[in-house]
Protein backbone atom coordinates (compact mmCIF):
# COMPACT_ATOMS: atom_id res chain seq x y z
CA UNK A 1 0.00 0.00 0.00
CA UNK A 2 1.49 3.41 -0.17
CA UNK A 3 1.54 6.16 2.17
CA UNK A 4 -0.71 8.53 -0.59
CA UNK A 5 -3.90 6.31 -1.89
CA UNK A 6 -4.95 8.57 -4.02
CA UNK A 7 -1.14 8.06 -5.61
CA UNK A 8 0.85 11.42 -6.09
CA UNK A 9 -1.34 14.53 -5.95
CA UNK A 10 -0.91 15.99 -9.73
CA UNK A 11 0.59 19.26 -10.93
CA UNK A 12 -1.87 19.54 -14.05
CA UNK A 13 -3.75 22.10 -12.31
CA UNK A 14 -0.53 24.20 -11.41
CA UNK A 15 0.13 24.10 -15.14
CA UNK A 16 -3.47 24.40 -17.01
CA UNK A 17 -4.46 27.36 -14.82
CA UNK A 18 -1.39 29.82 -15.81
CA UNK A 19 -2.25 28.83 -19.43
CA UNK A 20 -5.53 29.61 -19.21
CA UNK A 21 -5.03 33.34 -17.61
CA UNK A 22 -2.52 33.79 -20.27
CA UNK A 23 -4.92 32.42 -23.08
CA UNK A 24 -6.98 35.27 -22.08
CA UNK A 25 -4.50 37.91 -21.58
CA UNK A 26 -2.98 36.96 -25.02
CA UNK A 27 -6.91 36.63 -26.53
CA UNK A 28 -7.30 40.61 -25.04
CA UNK A 29 -4.33 42.01 -26.33
CA UNK A 30 -4.48 40.53 -29.56
CA UNK A 31 -8.18 41.77 -29.87
CA UNK A 32 -6.59 45.15 -28.38
CA UNK A 33 -3.94 45.23 -30.83
CA UNK A 34 -6.90 44.14 -33.96
CA UNK A 35 -8.47 47.08 -33.04
CA UNK A 36 -5.76 49.18 -32.63
CA UNK A 37 -4.57 48.38 -36.30
CA UNK A 38 -7.55 48.99 -37.78
CA UNK A 39 -7.87 52.79 -36.28
CA UNK A 40 -4.45 53.98 -36.93
CA UNK A 41 -5.40 54.76 -40.55
CA UNK A 42 -7.82 57.32 -39.29
CA UNK A 43 -5.06 58.40 -36.83
CA UNK A 44 -2.75 59.10 -39.44
CA UNK A 45 -4.91 60.81 -41.57
CA UNK A 46 -5.81 63.44 -39.09
CA UNK A 47 -2.53 63.60 -38.06
CA UNK A 48 -1.63 64.28 -42.17
CA UNK A 49 -4.38 67.09 -41.84
CA UNK A 50 -2.42 68.79 -39.28
CA UNK A 51 0.72 68.95 -40.45
CA UNK A 52 -0.86 69.98 -43.42
CA UNK A 53 -2.45 72.98 -41.58
CA UNK A 54 0.01 73.67 -39.76
CA UNK A 55 2.52 74.13 -42.87
CA UNK A 56 4.66 70.79 -42.71
CA UNK A 57 3.71 70.34 -46.08
CA UNK A 58 6.62 68.21 -46.76
CA UNK A 59 5.41 65.41 -43.96
CA UNK A 60 2.09 66.02 -44.66
CA UNK A 61 2.65 64.77 -48.34
CA UNK A 62 4.67 61.54 -46.98
CA UNK A 63 1.94 60.42 -44.70
CA UNK A 64 -0.88 61.16 -47.76
CA UNK A 65 1.44 59.29 -49.93
CA UNK A 66 1.24 55.97 -47.34
CA UNK A 67 -2.04 56.34 -46.62
CA UNK A 68 -2.34 55.09 -50.39
CA UNK A 69 -6.42 55.51 -51.02
CA UNK A 70 -7.80 56.01 -47.81
CA UNK A 71 -10.28 58.87 -48.19
CA UNK A 72 -9.07 61.53 -50.43
CA UNK A 73 -5.40 61.04 -49.50
CA UNK A 74 -4.06 60.71 -53.19
CA UNK A 75 -5.32 64.01 -54.05
CA UNK A 76 -4.19 65.74 -50.60
CA UNK A 77 -0.62 63.89 -51.26
CA UNK A 78 -1.12 65.95 -54.69
CA UNK A 79 -1.79 68.99 -53.00
CA UNK A 80 0.62 68.99 -50.01
CA UNK A 81 3.47 68.47 -52.53
CA UNK A 82 2.29 71.46 -54.75
CA UNK A 83 1.74 73.35 -51.79
CA UNK A 84 5.54 72.41 -50.29
CA UNK A 85 6.87 73.61 -53.58
CA UNK A 86 4.94 76.33 -53.90
CA UNK A 87 6.17 77.84 -50.13
CA UNK A 88 10.07 76.69 -50.82
CA UNK A 89 9.78 78.87 -54.27
CA UNK A 90 8.37 81.70 -52.61
CA UNK A 91 10.99 81.26 -49.47
CA UNK A 92 13.68 80.83 -51.66
CA UNK A 93 12.77 83.80 -54.10
CA UNK A 94 12.63 86.28 -50.72
CA UNK A 95 16.07 85.26 -49.78
CA UNK A 96 17.65 85.80 -53.42
CA UNK A 97 17.77 82.32 -54.06
CA UNK A 98 16.46 82.60 -58.08
CA UNK A 99 17.60 79.47 -59.24
CA UNK A 100 15.81 77.37 -56.49
CA UNK A 101 12.93 79.76 -56.54
CA UNK A 102 12.27 78.47 -60.35
CA UNK A 103 12.93 74.98 -59.64
CA UNK A 104 10.22 74.90 -56.73
CA UNK A 105 7.87 77.14 -58.61
CA UNK A 106 8.49 74.98 -62.07
CA UNK A 107 7.93 71.75 -59.64
CA UNK A 108 4.79 73.23 -58.12
CA UNK A 109 3.41 73.51 -61.57
CA UNK A 110 -0.69 75.22 -61.64
CA UNK A 111 -0.55 75.50 -57.85
CA UNK A 112 -2.19 78.89 -57.34
CA UNK A 113 -0.42 81.52 -58.95
CA UNK A 114 3.14 79.19 -59.44
CA UNK A 115 3.51 80.16 -62.60
CA UNK A 116 2.83 84.01 -62.34
CA UNK A 117 5.51 83.50 -59.44
CA UNK A 118 7.88 81.48 -61.90
CA UNK A 119 7.75 84.32 -64.70
CA UNK A 120 9.04 86.63 -61.93
CA UNK A 121 11.73 84.16 -60.73
CA UNK A 122 13.08 83.50 -64.00
CA UNK A 123 13.15 87.31 -64.81
CA UNK A 124 14.71 88.08 -61.58
CA UNK A 125 17.28 85.44 -61.87
CA UNK A 126 18.02 86.75 -65.82
CA UNK A 127 18.26 90.04 -64.24
CA UNK A 128 20.84 88.80 -61.47
CA UNK A 129 23.31 87.17 -64.45
CA UNK A 130 22.95 90.18 -66.28
CA UNK A 131 24.09 92.21 -63.35
CA UNK A 132 26.57 89.86 -62.59
CA UNK A 133 28.00 89.71 -66.47
CA UNK A 134 27.89 93.20 -66.95
CA UNK A 135 30.10 93.52 -63.68
CA UNK A 136 32.57 91.58 -65.30
CA UNK A 137 33.05 93.25 -68.40
CA UNK A 138 30.88 90.95 -70.69
CA UNK A 139 28.47 93.31 -72.13
CA UNK A 140 27.45 90.93 -74.73
CA UNK A 141 25.92 88.41 -71.96
CA UNK A 142 24.87 90.71 -70.07
CA UNK A 143 22.69 92.30 -72.39
CA UNK A 144 21.11 88.67 -73.78
CA UNK A 145 20.50 88.18 -69.75
CA UNK A 146 18.71 91.45 -69.17
CA UNK A 147 16.67 90.66 -72.87
CA UNK A 148 15.50 87.93 -70.87
CA UNK A 149 14.18 89.72 -67.79
CA UNK A 150 11.52 91.43 -70.18
CA UNK A 151 11.78 94.68 -68.24
CA UNK A 152 11.55 93.21 -65.41
CA UNK A 153 13.16 96.35 -62.73
CA UNK A 154 15.45 98.02 -64.59
CA UNK A 155 16.93 96.25 -66.86
CA UNK A 156 15.31 98.67 -70.21
CA UNK A 157 17.63 101.39 -68.40
CA UNK A 158 20.42 98.93 -67.94
CA UNK A 159 19.83 97.79 -71.58
CA UNK A 160 19.89 101.49 -72.78
CA UNK A 161 23.14 101.98 -71.04
CA UNK A 162 25.01 98.85 -72.27
CA UNK A 163 23.64 99.50 -76.10
CA UNK A 164 25.32 103.14 -75.44
CA UNK A 165 28.35 101.47 -74.22
CA UNK A 166 29.28 99.84 -77.32
CA UNK A 167 27.80 102.62 -79.14
CA UNK A 168 30.54 104.68 -78.02
CA UNK A 169 33.16 102.19 -78.52
CA UNK A 170 32.08 102.64 -82.50
CA UNK A 171 32.38 105.58 -82.16
CA UNK A 172 35.85 106.40 -80.34
CA UNK A 173 36.67 103.88 -83.52
CA UNK A 174 35.29 106.19 -86.41
CA UNK A 175 32.65 103.72 -86.86
CA UNK A 176 30.08 106.11 -87.07
CA UNK A 177 27.42 103.00 -88.90
CA UNK A 178 27.58 100.38 -86.32
CA UNK A 179 27.60 103.15 -83.38
CA UNK A 180 24.05 104.77 -85.18
CA UNK A 181 23.02 100.67 -85.18
CA UNK A 182 23.46 100.57 -81.20
CA UNK A 183 22.62 104.21 -80.29
CA UNK A 184 19.24 103.74 -82.33
CA UNK A 185 18.89 99.84 -80.68
CA UNK A 186 19.47 101.93 -77.49
CA UNK A 187 16.32 103.93 -78.33
CA UNK A 188 13.89 100.90 -78.21
CA UNK A 189 14.54 100.88 -74.86
CA UNK A 190 14.89 104.83 -73.47
CA UNK A 191 15.12 108.24 -75.82
CA UNK A 192 18.59 107.86 -77.19
CA UNK A 193 18.30 110.77 -79.08
CA UNK A 194 20.94 112.81 -77.40
CA UNK A 195 23.17 109.98 -78.40
CA UNK A 196 22.32 109.99 -81.96
CA UNK A 197 22.85 113.93 -81.88
CA UNK A 198 26.26 113.17 -80.34
CA UNK A 199 26.91 109.81 -83.10
CA UNK A 200 25.91 113.05 -86.19
CA UNK A 201 28.32 115.51 -83.86
CA UNK A 202 31.48 113.54 -84.20
CA UNK A 203 30.45 112.66 -88.06
CA UNK A 204 30.45 116.17 -88.50
CA UNK A 205 33.92 116.81 -86.94
CA UNK A 206 35.07 113.71 -88.97
CA UNK A 207 33.80 115.23 -92.49
CA UNK A 208 34.63 118.83 -91.20
CA UNK A 209 38.47 117.45 -90.52
CA UNK A 210 38.53 116.22 -94.17
CA UNK A 211 37.47 119.20 -95.87
CA UNK A 212 33.98 117.70 -96.46
CA UNK A 213 32.42 120.83 -95.51
CA UNK A 214 28.67 120.31 -97.09
CA UNK A 215 28.80 116.73 -95.20
CA UNK A 216 29.78 118.27 -92.17
CA UNK A 217 27.28 120.94 -92.34
CA UNK A 218 24.65 118.53 -92.75
CA UNK A 219 26.00 116.24 -90.26
CA UNK A 220 25.90 119.23 -88.03
CA UNK A 221 22.40 120.05 -88.65
CA UNK A 222 21.28 116.73 -87.40
CA UNK A 223 23.24 117.09 -84.03
CA UNK A 224 21.04 119.91 -83.65
CA UNK A 225 21.69 121.74 -80.35
CA UNK A 226 24.56 119.04 -79.42
CA UNK A 227 27.72 120.66 -77.79
CA UNK A 228 28.51 123.38 -80.14
CA UNK A 229 27.16 122.18 -83.50
CA UNK A 230 25.58 125.75 -84.55
CA UNK A 231 28.29 127.33 -83.44
CA UNK A 232 30.23 124.61 -86.23
CA UNK A 233 28.05 125.31 -88.34
CA UNK A 234 28.29 129.13 -88.57
CA UNK A 235 32.40 128.65 -88.30
CA UNK A 236 31.94 126.58 -91.71
CA UNK A 237 29.84 128.89 -93.39
CA UNK A 238 31.76 132.09 -92.11
CA UNK A 239 35.35 130.76 -93.05
CA UNK A 240 33.59 129.67 -97.08
CA UNK A 241 32.00 133.18 -97.14
CA UNK A 242 35.75 135.27 -96.50
CA UNK A 243 37.07 132.41 -98.75
CA UNK A 244 34.49 133.49 -101.45
CA UNK A 245 34.99 137.54 -101.00
CA UNK A 246 39.04 136.44 -101.66
CA UNK A 247 37.43 135.04 -105.11
CA UNK A 248 35.27 137.89 -105.90
CA UNK A 249 32.16 135.24 -105.69
CA UNK A 250 30.07 137.73 -104.36
CA UNK A 251 26.98 135.39 -104.88
CA UNK A 252 28.74 132.48 -102.61
CA UNK A 253 29.89 135.30 -100.12
CA UNK A 254 26.94 136.68 -99.10
CA UNK A 255 24.54 133.63 -98.89
CA UNK A 256 27.40 131.85 -96.65
CA UNK A 257 28.09 134.88 -94.92
CA UNK A 258 24.44 135.52 -94.06
CA UNK A 259 23.96 131.85 -92.54
CA UNK A 260 27.11 133.21 -90.35
CA UNK A 261 24.81 135.63 -88.84
CA UNK A 262 26.59 136.46 -85.71
CA UNK A 263 29.43 134.51 -85.94
CA UNK A 264 32.47 136.59 -85.23
CA UNK A 265 32.72 139.74 -87.70
CA UNK A 266 30.21 137.71 -90.19
CA UNK A 267 27.45 140.78 -90.25
CA UNK A 268 29.90 143.13 -91.04
CA UNK A 269 31.72 141.42 -93.97
CA UNK A 270 27.94 140.48 -95.13
CA UNK A 271 26.89 143.76 -95.78
CA UNK A 272 29.83 143.96 -98.07
CA UNK A 273 28.69 140.76 -99.61
CA UNK A 274 25.40 141.80 -100.08
CA UNK A 275 26.57 145.12 -101.27
CA UNK A 276 28.62 143.58 -103.81
CA UNK A 277 25.94 140.92 -104.73
CA UNK A 278 23.19 143.62 -104.90
CA UNK A 279 25.42 145.90 -107.26
CA UNK A 280 25.80 142.18 -109.37
CA UNK A 281 22.01 141.79 -109.73
CA UNK A 282 21.30 145.77 -110.73
CA UNK A 283 23.73 145.21 -113.45
CA UNK A 284 22.01 141.82 -114.47
CA UNK A 285 18.89 143.86 -114.07
CA UNK A 286 17.57 141.35 -111.24
CA UNK A 287 16.24 144.34 -109.53
CA UNK A 288 13.60 142.73 -107.29
CA UNK A 289 16.78 140.54 -105.83
CA UNK A 290 19.25 143.66 -106.04
CA UNK A 291 16.90 145.68 -104.03
CA UNK A 292 16.71 142.73 -101.35
CA UNK A 293 20.50 142.26 -100.96
CA UNK A 294 20.99 146.26 -101.15
CA UNK A 295 18.28 146.44 -98.06
CA UNK A 296 20.55 143.61 -95.94
CA UNK A 297 23.30 145.68 -96.80
CA UNK A 298 22.23 148.41 -94.56
CA UNK A 299 24.08 151.60 -94.48
CA UNK A 300 26.90 149.88 -96.55
CA UNK A 301 28.18 152.57 -98.56
CA UNK A 302 25.47 154.20 -100.73
CA UNK A 303 23.50 150.41 -100.49
CA UNK A 304 20.18 152.74 -99.66
CA UNK A 305 20.49 155.01 -102.61
CA UNK A 306 21.33 151.98 -104.65
CA UNK A 307 18.42 150.21 -103.74
CA UNK A 308 16.28 152.79 -104.64
CA UNK A 309 17.84 152.89 -107.89
CA UNK A 310 16.32 149.09 -107.99
CA UNK A 311 13.02 149.67 -106.83
CA UNK A 312 12.69 152.60 -109.67
CA UNK A 313 12.94 150.07 -112.15
CA UNK A 314 11.03 147.30 -110.86
CA UNK A 315 8.66 149.99 -111.11
CA UNK A 316 9.07 150.88 -114.32
CA UNK A 317 9.04 147.44 -115.49
CA UNK A 318 5.36 146.65 -113.65
CA UNK A 319 4.23 150.35 -115.63
CA UNK A 320 4.03 152.50 -112.48
CA UNK A 321 6.17 155.38 -113.80
CA UNK A 322 4.69 157.78 -111.42
CA UNK A 323 6.61 155.93 -108.46
CA UNK A 324 9.58 154.99 -110.66
CA UNK A 325 10.10 159.16 -110.41
CA UNK A 326 9.35 159.57 -107.30
CA UNK A 327 11.94 156.82 -106.20
CA UNK A 328 14.76 158.44 -108.78
CA UNK A 329 14.13 161.66 -107.07
CA UNK A 330 15.07 160.48 -103.70
CA UNK A 331 18.86 159.09 -105.59
CA UNK A 332 21.74 161.53 -105.91
CA UNK A 333 22.79 163.95 -109.01
CA UNK A 334 26.34 162.12 -107.86
CA UNK A 335 25.30 159.09 -107.24
CA UNK A 336 27.22 156.60 -110.10
CA UNK A 337 28.00 153.07 -110.82
CA UNK A 338 30.12 151.95 -112.89
CA UNK A 339 28.24 149.37 -115.54
CA UNK A 340 24.92 150.92 -114.66
CA UNK A 341 23.89 154.44 -115.91
CA UNK A 342 21.78 155.59 -112.54
CA UNK A 343 21.73 159.66 -114.10
CA UNK A 344 20.58 158.07 -117.26
CA UNK A 345 18.21 155.93 -115.99
CA UNK A 346 16.76 158.71 -113.99
CA UNK A 347 16.27 160.98 -117.20
CA UNK A 348 14.89 157.96 -119.16
CA UNK A 349 11.93 157.81 -116.42
CA UNK A 350 11.28 161.49 -116.23
CA UNK A 351 11.04 161.27 -119.85
CA UNK A 352 8.71 158.30 -119.80
CA UNK A 353 6.59 159.60 -117.01
CA UNK A 354 6.14 163.18 -119.64
CA UNK A 355 5.34 160.31 -122.73
CA UNK A 356 3.07 158.25 -120.19
CA UNK A 357 0.95 161.16 -120.14
CA UNK A 358 0.48 162.31 -123.43
CA UNK A 359 -0.52 158.59 -124.64
CA UNK A 360 -3.98 157.84 -125.27
CA UNK A 361 -7.25 158.95 -127.30
CA UNK A 362 -7.90 162.56 -127.73
CA UNK A 363 -11.13 163.60 -129.00
CA UNK A 364 -12.07 166.32 -131.50
CA UNK A 365 -14.43 169.11 -129.12
CA UNK A 366 -16.92 169.59 -132.14
CA UNK A 367 -19.31 167.82 -134.20
CA UNK A 368 -20.34 170.61 -135.94
CA UNK A 369 -18.32 171.41 -139.44
CA UNK A 370 -18.80 174.32 -140.88
CA UNK A 371 -17.84 176.19 -144.51
CA UNK A 372 -18.09 179.74 -145.35
CA UNK A 373 -18.03 181.58 -148.82
CA UNK A 374 -17.47 185.26 -149.20
CA UNK A 375 -17.53 187.45 -151.89
CA UNK A 376 -17.68 191.20 -152.82
CA UNK A 377 -18.97 192.78 -155.78
CA UNK A 378 -17.83 196.98 -156.49
CA UNK A 379 -16.26 199.57 -154.75
CA UNK A 380 -12.64 200.03 -153.42
CA UNK A 381 -11.23 199.70 -150.33
CA UNK A 382 -13.80 200.33 -147.43
CA UNK A 383 -16.58 200.82 -149.88
CA UNK A 384 -16.18 197.33 -151.02
CA UNK A 385 -19.72 195.01 -150.44
CA UNK A 386 -19.22 191.88 -149.48
CA UNK A 387 -21.82 188.83 -149.33
CA UNK A 388 -21.66 185.71 -147.05
CA UNK A 389 -23.25 182.58 -147.56
CA UNK A 390 -22.59 179.67 -144.85
CA UNK A 391 -23.07 176.43 -144.43
CA UNK A 392 -22.32 173.18 -142.13
CA UNK A 393 -21.99 169.48 -141.61
CA UNK A 394 -22.96 167.49 -138.20
CA UNK A 395 -20.51 164.58 -138.26
CA UNK A 396 -22.05 161.51 -135.89
CA UNK A 397 -18.74 160.64 -134.94
CA UNK A 398 -15.81 162.57 -133.57
CA UNK A 399 -12.32 162.14 -135.17
CA UNK A 400 -9.69 161.59 -133.12
CA UNK A 401 -5.98 160.90 -132.26
CA UNK A 402 -4.11 158.19 -130.91
CA UNK A 403 -1.03 158.08 -129.65
CA UNK A 404 0.81 155.37 -128.25
CA UNK A 405 4.45 153.93 -127.44
CA UNK A 406 6.97 151.25 -127.21
CA UNK A 407 10.13 151.03 -124.45
CA UNK A 408 12.96 149.89 -126.13
CA UNK A 409 16.19 148.14 -124.31
CA UNK A 410 18.24 150.92 -125.01
CA UNK A 411 15.83 153.33 -123.88
CA UNK A 412 14.58 155.37 -126.51
CA UNK A 413 11.34 155.09 -127.42
CA UNK A 414 8.73 153.71 -130.12
CA UNK A 415 5.72 156.54 -130.22
CA UNK A 416 3.04 156.22 -132.99
CA UNK A 417 -0.58 156.50 -133.83
CA UNK A 418 -2.86 157.70 -136.00
CA UNK A 419 -5.03 161.27 -136.51
CA UNK A 420 -8.56 161.28 -138.37
CA UNK A 421 -10.48 164.39 -139.24
CA UNK A 422 -13.18 166.01 -141.88
CA UNK A 423 -12.68 168.58 -144.26
CA UNK A 424 -14.24 169.78 -147.48
CA UNK A 425 -13.32 169.13 -150.39
CA UNK A 426 -16.10 171.06 -152.57
CA UNK A 427 -18.49 173.91 -151.85
CA UNK A 428 -21.26 174.53 -154.64
CA UNK A 429 -24.14 176.88 -154.09
CA UNK A 430 -26.71 174.58 -154.64
CA UNK A 431 -28.65 172.68 -151.37
CA UNK A 432 -26.67 169.73 -150.94
CA UNK A 433 -23.31 171.28 -152.75
CA UNK A 434 -21.40 170.95 -149.15
CA UNK A 435 -18.73 167.69 -149.77
CA UNK A 436 -16.71 166.20 -147.69
CA UNK A 437 -14.01 163.91 -146.67
CA UNK A 438 -12.78 161.94 -143.65
CA UNK A 439 -8.77 161.17 -143.90
CA UNK A 440 -6.49 158.99 -141.35
CA UNK A 441 -3.25 159.23 -141.36
CA UNK A 442 -0.42 157.14 -139.32
CA UNK A 443 2.52 158.33 -137.77
CA UNK A 444 5.86 156.52 -136.27
CA UNK A 445 8.85 157.97 -134.85
CA UNK A 446 11.31 155.33 -133.55
CA UNK A 447 14.22 155.63 -130.95
CA UNK A 448 13.34 159.00 -130.12
CA UNK A 449 14.62 160.57 -126.92
CA UNK A 450 11.64 162.62 -126.62
CA UNK A 451 8.20 163.46 -128.07
CA UNK A 452 8.50 165.37 -130.91
CA UNK A 453 5.60 167.89 -130.32
CA UNK A 454 5.55 168.85 -134.14
CA UNK A 455 4.09 166.10 -136.29
CA UNK A 456 3.99 166.71 -140.56
CA UNK A 457 1.34 164.18 -141.60
CA UNK A 458 1.25 164.85 -145.04
CA UNK A 459 1.37 167.72 -147.53
CA UNK A 460 -0.11 170.46 -145.84
CA UNK A 461 -1.59 168.86 -142.65
CA UNK A 462 0.14 169.29 -139.38
CA UNK A 463 -0.13 167.78 -136.09
CA UNK A 464 1.06 169.78 -132.79
CA UNK A 465 0.91 169.11 -129.41
CA UNK A 466 1.01 171.42 -126.01
CA UNK A 467 -0.20 171.50 -122.71
CA UNK A 468 -2.44 168.42 -123.22
CA UNK A 469 -4.36 169.61 -126.65
CA UNK A 470 -3.21 168.52 -130.21
CA UNK A 471 -4.01 170.49 -132.90
CA UNK A 472 -4.43 169.49 -136.82
CA UNK A 473 -4.08 172.30 -139.28
CA UNK A 474 -4.92 170.71 -142.54
CA UNK A 475 -6.07 173.75 -145.07
CA UNK A 476 -5.67 177.33 -146.16
CA UNK A 477 -8.74 179.77 -147.68
CA UNK A 478 -8.90 179.33 -151.10
CA UNK A 479 -9.47 181.84 -153.63
CA UNK A 480 -11.70 181.75 -156.54
CA UNK A 481 -12.22 184.88 -158.60
CA UNK A 482 -13.89 187.91 -156.73
CA UNK A 483 -14.96 185.21 -153.96
CA UNK A 484 -12.88 182.96 -151.64
CA UNK A 485 -14.16 180.03 -149.93
CA UNK A 486 -13.09 179.59 -145.82
CA UNK A 487 -12.53 176.13 -144.43
CA UNK A 488 -12.63 175.35 -141.05
CA UNK A 489 -9.14 174.53 -140.93
CA UNK A 490 -7.65 174.17 -138.16
CA UNK A 491 -9.01 171.08 -135.33
CA UNK A 492 -8.14 170.78 -131.87
CA UNK A 493 -8.25 167.69 -129.82
CA UNK A 494 -8.84 166.96 -125.67
CA UNK A 495 -8.30 163.87 -124.05
Not at 60 to 65: D, G, L, N, V
Not at 449 to 468: D, M, V
Amino acid sequence: MSDYPNGPQSNLKFILIPLGIGLVIFLGLGGAMLYLKGGSRTSKYNKAINDYNSGNYAAAAQQFEALGDYMDSKKRAVESTAKMHYTNGKYAFETGDYDKAVQEYEAAGDFEDAKERLTDAQNALHYNKGVSLSRSGDVDGSIEEFKKANGSYDSDIKLFELYVIKGDKELDNKAFDKAMEYYKTAGTYMDSAEQIRKCYYFMGEDAESNNKLDDAVSYYVEAGNYKDAPEKIKAIYYNAGLDALSRNETDKAADYLRIAADYKDAASKGKEAFYLKGVSRLKAKDFENASAFFGLAGTYKNAKELSYVSDAEQALIEGNVSQAVSLYSKVSKKTKLSGFDIQGRKKHASLRLAIDKIHGIYYQNTYDIYVQKTWYTGGIGRYKKWYFSSMYYHIAAAPNVIVNYDVNPDGTFNIYGSATFVKFVNYAETQNGLKIAEPKYNFRFNKVKKFPTTIKLASGTTLKYKSGVFTLTYAKNSKSGSGRIKNRSTTRYKK
